[in-house]
């Protein structure tokens, strides 16, 4: 403990550094660690020295023989004995550093996306009714990330009618098992109107609902143009109306126009013809 230098090295660790037991012994692990000074090193070992804490769990890099390094988890403990000695268990996580920034990425990419998408995803335990919402989400409805929002709270944006909707959605999942498609008038935090598609589903276990998951998505431009789009349709009907009760009228008005003229023209036809009788 008071030189550093290693005693013994698993076969493993010494194969996956690169260097010979023989080898290792002339060293110590400031000479695998390049991110440690002496200085650094001394003090966190300094807890273990005074027997205030019985172990250390780090995480660091390793540096081969050639030159290369890698990302390590280390377990150090300091054992008792004559002299005393450290003992490391040094587990190499380059598998877990990659899995990790695979999926800080995939998190990242979906967290891009749901942005662009307008969408956010939430979760609802039951029977605990604990609400977790997605960053998004929390931007959807202008509420800071990593506020608590409650159930309550949260049907605390919707309207009379579209809380009457989500609440019947809410139940019949919880006790029927039905999931649910809706749009929802909301007003946010910060008094900003929209409309959201609400898609929920349940999760069972063993039968039985222990938790609902699904996410919010921004129509409000969708269906603003839906409204949009039947009210130029309604206009159109208005003014197809308009246009056949106007050809309604004039034929009328033709049809009038005609029996008024036919009618002293039968007159006079008549009257030409008594005359002509007389002579």
Not at 196 to 224: A, M, N, W, Y
Not at 264 to 270: D, E, F, G, I, M
Request: proline residues 5%; glycine residues 4%.
């Amino acid at each position: 403990a008071r030189t550093l230098r290693f005693l013994q090295v698993s076969a493993g660790a010494c194969q996956n550094v690169g260097y010979s037991m023989e080898e290792l012994r002339e060293r110590t692990p400031l000479d695998l660690k390049p991110l440690f000074t002496p200085e650094s090193f001394e003090q966190m070992l300094a807890p273990l020295r005074r027997r205030e804490r019985p172990l250390l769990l780090f995480e660091t890099l390793h540096r081969r023989k050639d030159g290369s390094d890698y990302p390590v988890e280390i377990r150090l403990q300091l054992m008792g004995g004559d002299p005393p000695a450290f003992m490391a268990i040094v587990q190499d996580i380059t598998e877990r550093k990659r899995a990790l920034d695979e999926l800080a990425h995939a998190n990242d990419l979906l967290r891009h996306t749901s942005a662009i998408a307008r969408t956010g995803g939430w979760e609802l335990e039951i029977p605990s009714m604990r609400l977790t919402w997605s960053e998004e989400t929390y931007l959807l409805h202008d509420v800071p990330p990593g506020t608590t929002v409650t159930l309550e709270e949260c049907s605390h944006f919707y309207d009379a009618e579209s809380r009457r909707l989500a609440t019947d959605a809410l139940r019949r999942a919880i006790h029927h098992g039905e999931e649910w498609d809706l749009e929802l008038s909301a007003t946010t935090a910060a008094n900003r109107s929209l409309w959201l598609r609400s898609l929920g589903r349940p999760i069972l276990h063993d039968g039985t609902v222990v938790k609902l998951s699904g996410v919010f998505q921004d129509v409000t431009e969708q269906h603003e143009a839906r409204e949009e789009l039947a009210r130029a349709a309604a206009a159109m009907e208005r003014l197809r109306n308009a246009a056949e009760t106007a050809n309604q009228a004039k034929s009328e008005f033709l049809a009038n126009m005609s029996h008024e003229i036919r009618t002293p023209l039968t007159a006079c036809l008549l009257y030409t013809s008594d005359a002509a009788d007389e002579e």
